[in-house]
Protein backbone atom coordinates (compact mmCIF):
# COMPACT_ATOMS: atom_id res chain seq x y z
CA UNK A 1 0.00 0.00 0.00
CA UNK A 2 0.58 3.56 -0.12
CA UNK A 3 3.36 5.39 2.04
CA UNK A 4 4.41 8.60 2.80
CA UNK A 5 7.79 9.47 4.81
CA UNK A 6 7.91 13.20 5.51
CA UNK A 7 11.04 15.25 6.48
CA UNK A 8 12.30 16.81 8.33
CA UNK A 9 9.98 16.08 11.98
CA UNK A 10 11.49 19.82 13.09
CA UNK A 11 12.35 22.66 10.98
CA UNK A 12 13.53 25.95 12.78
CA UNK A 13 13.79 28.79 10.59
CA UNK A 14 14.71 32.85 10.81
CA UNK A 15 11.75 35.04 10.71
CA UNK A 16 11.91 36.57 6.69
CA UNK A 17 13.66 32.98 5.43
CA UNK A 18 12.51 30.73 3.28
CA UNK A 19 11.35 27.34 4.53
CA UNK A 20 11.32 23.73 2.81
CA UNK A 21 9.26 20.58 3.59
CA UNK A 22 9.61 17.39 1.80
CA UNK A 23 7.64 14.37 1.14
CA UNK A 24 8.00 11.29 -0.62
CA UNK A 25 5.09 8.39 -1.66
CA UNK A 26 5.49 5.49 -2.77
CA UNK A 27 2.45 4.73 -5.03
CA UNK A 28 3.38 5.80 -8.29
CA UNK A 29 -0.32 5.89 -9.21
CA UNK A 30 -1.31 8.43 -6.47
CA UNK A 31 -2.42 11.94 -7.99
CA UNK A 32 -3.54 13.90 -4.49
CA UNK A 33 -1.25 16.03 -2.82
CA UNK A 34 -2.54 18.08 -0.01
CA UNK A 35 -0.85 20.00 2.92
CA UNK A 36 -2.58 20.81 6.05
CA UNK A 37 -1.18 23.46 8.97
CA UNK A 38 -2.05 22.61 11.88
CA UNK A 39 -1.67 25.24 14.72
CA UNK A 40 -0.97 25.15 18.43
CA UNK A 41 -4.38 23.83 19.89
CA UNK A 42 -6.12 24.19 16.76
CA UNK A 43 -7.37 21.86 14.26
CA UNK A 44 -6.09 21.00 10.79
CA UNK A 45 -6.41 23.15 7.88
CA UNK A 46 -6.09 22.88 4.14
CA UNK A 47 -3.47 25.05 2.75
CA UNK A 48 -2.70 23.84 -0.75
CA UNK A 49 -2.84 21.38 -2.85
CA UNK A 50 -1.87 19.70 -6.07
CA UNK A 51 -2.66 17.15 -8.56
CA UNK A 52 -0.99 15.00 -10.69
CA UNK A 53 -1.20 16.97 -13.57
CA UNK A 54 0.19 20.27 -12.74
CA UNK A 55 4.06 20.34 -11.42
CA UNK A 56 3.29 23.10 -9.32
CA UNK A 57 1.04 25.45 -7.81
CA UNK A 58 1.49 28.58 -5.70
CA UNK A 59 -0.86 30.71 -3.13
CA UNK A 60 0.86 33.88 -2.46
CA UNK A 61 3.50 33.24 0.18
CA UNK A 62 3.31 29.15 -0.28
CA UNK A 63 3.83 26.94 -2.82
CA UNK A 64 3.86 23.63 -3.61
CA UNK A 65 5.94 21.40 -6.46
CA UNK A 66 5.84 17.90 -7.68
CA UNK A 67 8.26 15.39 -8.89
CA UNK A 68 6.20 12.42 -10.15
CA UNK A 69 9.32 10.67 -11.41
CA UNK A 70 10.99 10.74 -8.13
CA UNK A 71 7.75 10.45 -6.27
CA UNK A 72 8.19 13.71 -4.19
CA UNK A 73 6.44 16.70 -3.26
CA UNK A 74 7.53 19.85 -1.47
CA UNK A 75 6.28 22.77 0.41
CA UNK A 76 7.92 26.32 0.25
CA UNK A 77 7.33 28.99 2.03
CA UNK A 78 8.90 32.17 1.52
CA UNK A 79 9.46 35.31 3.56
CA UNK A 80 8.23 33.29 6.92
CA UNK A 81 6.25 34.99 9.56
CA UNK A 82 5.29 34.06 12.98
CA UNK A 83 1.92 33.08 12.70
CA UNK A 84 3.54 30.29 9.96
CA UNK A 85 4.53 28.43 13.73
CA UNK A 86 2.71 25.18 13.17
CA UNK A 87 2.95 21.43 12.45
CA UNK A 88 2.56 20.78 8.75
CA UNK A 89 1.35 17.62 7.30
CA UNK A 90 1.45 16.15 3.87
CA UNK A 91 -0.44 13.72 2.24
CA UNK A 92 -1.03 11.25 -0.85
CA UNK A 93 -4.08 9.44 -2.20
CA UNK A 94 -5.46 7.95 -5.52
CA UNK A 95 -8.48 9.50 -6.74
CA UNK A 96 -10.61 6.26 -6.36
CA UNK A 97 -9.59 6.31 -2.90
CA UNK A 98 -11.55 7.47 0.11
CA UNK A 99 -8.46 7.12 2.47
CA UNK A 100 -5.18 10.11 2.62
CA UNK A 101 -2.31 8.94 3.64
CA UNK A 102 -0.52 11.10 6.14
CA UNK A 103 3.23 11.89 6.38
CA UNK A 104 4.21 12.11 10.25
CA UNK A 105 4.52 15.81 10.46
CA UNK A 106 7.06 18.54 10.51
CA UNK A 107 7.05 21.09 13.72
CA UNK A 108 8.32 24.75 11.45
CA UNK A 109 9.40 27.27 14.38
CA UNK A 110 10.12 30.32 13.48
CA UNK A 111 12.48 32.65 14.88
CA UNK A 112 12.52 36.26 16.03
CA UNK B 1 -18.29 28.14 6.66
CA UNK B 2 -18.87 24.27 7.18
CA UNK B 3 -18.57 23.20 10.58
CA UNK B 4 -17.44 20.48 11.72
CA UNK B 5 -18.74 19.85 16.05
CA UNK B 6 -17.63 17.07 18.72
CA UNK B 7 -19.58 17.04 21.17
CA UNK B 8 -16.68 17.20 24.16
CA UNK B 9 -13.32 19.12 23.83
CA UNK B 10 -12.22 17.35 27.32
CA UNK B 11 -13.37 13.81 28.49
CA UNK B 12 -12.20 11.58 31.11
CA UNK B 13 -13.37 8.25 31.56
CA UNK B 14 -12.56 5.25 33.93
CA UNK B 15 -10.24 2.08 32.09
CA UNK B 16 -13.41 -0.41 31.29
CA UNK B 17 -16.16 2.11 30.35
CA UNK B 18 -18.08 2.49 27.55
CA UNK B 19 -17.63 5.97 25.62
CA UNK B 20 -18.72 7.92 22.81
CA UNK B 21 -17.46 10.34 20.95
CA UNK B 22 -20.13 12.38 18.79
CA UNK B 23 -19.71 14.39 15.51
CA UNK B 24 -22.04 16.14 13.41
CA UNK B 25 -21.69 18.47 10.49
CA UNK B 26 -23.50 20.74 8.94
CA UNK B 27 -22.40 20.72 4.80
CA UNK B 28 -24.33 17.84 3.65
CA UNK B 29 -20.79 15.61 3.29
CA UNK B 30 -20.89 12.32 2.18
CA UNK B 31 -18.05 11.31 3.91
CA UNK B 32 -17.00 11.70 7.47
CA UNK B 33 -13.70 10.02 9.38
CA UNK B 34 -12.81 9.68 12.78
CA UNK B 35 -8.47 9.96 13.52
CA UNK B 36 -6.76 9.54 16.36
CA UNK B 37 -3.57 12.14 17.13
CA UNK B 38 -0.58 10.98 18.94
CA UNK B 39 2.50 13.07 19.31
CA UNK B 40 4.87 12.18 16.15
CA UNK B 41 2.68 9.71 15.02
CA UNK B 42 0.99 12.20 13.15
CA UNK B 43 -2.84 11.19 12.28
CA UNK B 44 -3.96 7.98 12.01
CA UNK B 45 -7.59 6.70 10.57
CA UNK B 46 -9.87 4.82 12.94
CA UNK B 47 -13.14 4.10 10.81
CA UNK B 48 -14.73 6.18 8.07
CA UNK B 49 -18.22 6.16 6.37
CA UNK B 50 -18.96 7.28 2.77
CA UNK B 51 -22.68 6.94 3.02
CA UNK B 52 -25.21 6.16 5.67
CA UNK B 53 -25.15 2.76 7.83
CA UNK B 54 -21.78 1.99 5.45
CA UNK B 55 -18.83 2.18 7.23
CA UNK B 56 -15.25 1.23 6.40
CA UNK B 57 -11.97 0.25 8.60
CA UNK B 58 -9.12 2.20 8.81
CA UNK B 59 -5.48 1.73 9.92
CA UNK B 60 -6.26 1.08 13.60
CA UNK B 61 -9.64 -0.16 14.00
CA UNK B 62 -9.30 -2.52 16.68
CA UNK B 63 -11.16 -1.47 19.95
CA UNK B 64 -13.28 1.36 18.50
CA UNK B 65 -16.30 0.78 16.43
CA UNK B 66 -18.28 2.96 14.23
CA UNK B 67 -22.33 4.16 13.63
CA UNK B 68 -23.87 6.52 11.43
CA UNK B 69 -27.58 6.69 11.12
CA UNK B 70 -27.98 9.67 10.17
CA UNK B 71 -26.07 11.61 7.07
CA UNK B 72 -24.88 14.12 9.44
CA UNK B 73 -23.55 12.83 12.73
CA UNK B 74 -20.92 10.10 12.68
CA UNK B 75 -20.31 8.05 16.28
CA UNK B 76 -17.13 6.94 17.49
CA UNK B 77 -17.30 4.38 20.19
CA UNK B 78 -14.62 2.61 22.34
CA UNK B 79 -16.60 -0.43 23.37
CA UNK B 80 -14.60 -0.59 26.67
CA UNK B 81 -11.94 2.30 27.22
CA UNK B 82 -7.92 1.23 27.93
CA UNK B 83 -5.32 3.76 29.04
CA UNK B 84 -3.43 3.11 25.50
CA UNK B 85 -6.87 4.60 24.34
CA UNK B 86 -5.64 7.68 25.64
CA UNK B 87 -5.19 10.45 22.96
CA UNK B 88 -6.50 13.25 20.72
CA UNK B 89 -9.30 12.47 18.72
CA UNK B 90 -10.52 14.47 15.25
CA UNK B 91 -13.74 14.01 13.27
CA UNK B 92 -13.66 15.39 9.30
CA UNK B 93 -15.77 15.29 6.58
CA UNK B 94 -15.26 16.42 2.88
CA UNK B 95 -18.13 16.52 0.59
CA UNK B 96 -16.67 13.74 -1.81
CA UNK B 97 -12.78 11.74 -2.37
CA UNK B 98 -9.90 14.32 -2.44
CA UNK B 99 -11.57 16.69 -1.55
CA UNK B 100 -10.99 19.43 1.38
CA UNK B 101 -11.38 18.00 4.93
CA UNK B 102 -13.01 19.70 7.28
CA UNK B 103 -12.21 18.86 10.91
CA UNK B 104 -13.93 19.14 14.04
CA UNK B 105 -11.71 21.00 16.98
CA UNK B 106 -11.18 17.92 18.67
CA UNK B 107 -12.08 15.81 21.54
CA UNK B 108 -8.80 14.97 24.01
CA UNK B 109 -9.82 11.98 25.67
CA UNK B 110 -8.21 10.77 29.24
CA UNK B 111 -9.12 7.12 30.01
CA UNK B 112 -7.41 6.13 34.06
Known amino acids: GENVEQHPSTLSVQEGDSAVIKCTYSDSASNYFPWYKQELGKRPQLIID???NVGEKKDQRIAVTLNKTAKHFSLHITETQPEDSAVYFC???????????WGAGTKLIIKP | DVKVTQSSRYLVKRTGEKVFLECVQD?????MFWYRQDPGLGLRLIYF???????EKGDIPEGYSVSREKKERFSLILESASTNQTSMYLC???????????FGSGTQLSVL
Open chain 2, 27 to 31: MDHEN
Open chain 2, 49 to 55: SYDVKMK
Open chain 1, 91 to 101: AASLDSNYQLI
Open chain 2, 92 to 102: ASNPSTNEKLF
Open chain 1, 50 to 52: IRS
